[in-house]
């Protein structure tokens, strides 16, 4: 019992000393994380980080075998598949995680949240950078896939259950299958998930058809 409390604490200051960056940004970004031992102990995002962190230096000395193992052990522990190969910056926050998949070739940059059931993915069998690569200060919704060697600008948006096929500007939105984009007039997206504030450009082109509409009867 003891070497198990021994073993926790230890972890825990580790993680913290290590990881001090993703337990803040997870603290900032996420209102049910109540303090920092809550996110290093209960918190399988940031573990999910913390086997990359170890895995991602084994890959690039190309040990063979052991940073695929590695990753493997933490999705089975996290529900979370982040490929050894892939690059991820600094506060990361991967909220709730389950069904998260990041492929061998994609970047993340620093400040980046995903929700649970995104997928960083390729398109095929294409070989050399085939999966995505996001900016900072980026936020993509649960559920969204966004495929292929493209990029997701800086302060962007990506809507829950979106399919992203092309590059996307910085400070823009895009929602919808494909992704539409839509700009916000330059300004930085909010790093929070504020769905009500998400323009919807199937219901905007819906409005406009109906307003011609309207304006057809009238002269008819």
Known sequence: MMFLLYSLLVFWLVTLIFFNKEVRAIQER?????????????????????????????WRMNIPILPRAISQFARMCTGIEIHPGAVIGDGLLIDHGTGVVIGETAVVGNNVTLYQGVTLGGTGKETGKRHPSL?????????????????????????????????????????????YVTKQDGEKIDKKLAHEQILDPVRRDIDELAQRLNALEKKS
Do not use: M, W
Request: glycine share 12%; net charge neutral.
């Open 30 to 58: 996420d209102p049910a994380a109540r303090s920092a031992i809550e996110v290093v102990l209960l918190y399988s995002g940031l573990h999910a980080v913390v086997f990359h962190r170890i895995a991602h230096p084994l």
């Open 135 to 179: 900016g900072n200060n980026i936020v993509v919704g649960a559920g969204a896939k966004i495929l292929g060697n493209i990029t997701i600008g800086d302060n962007s948006y990506v809507g829950a259950n979106s399919v992203v096929l092309q590059s996307v500007p910085p400070n823009a939105t895009v929602v919808g299958v494909p992704g």
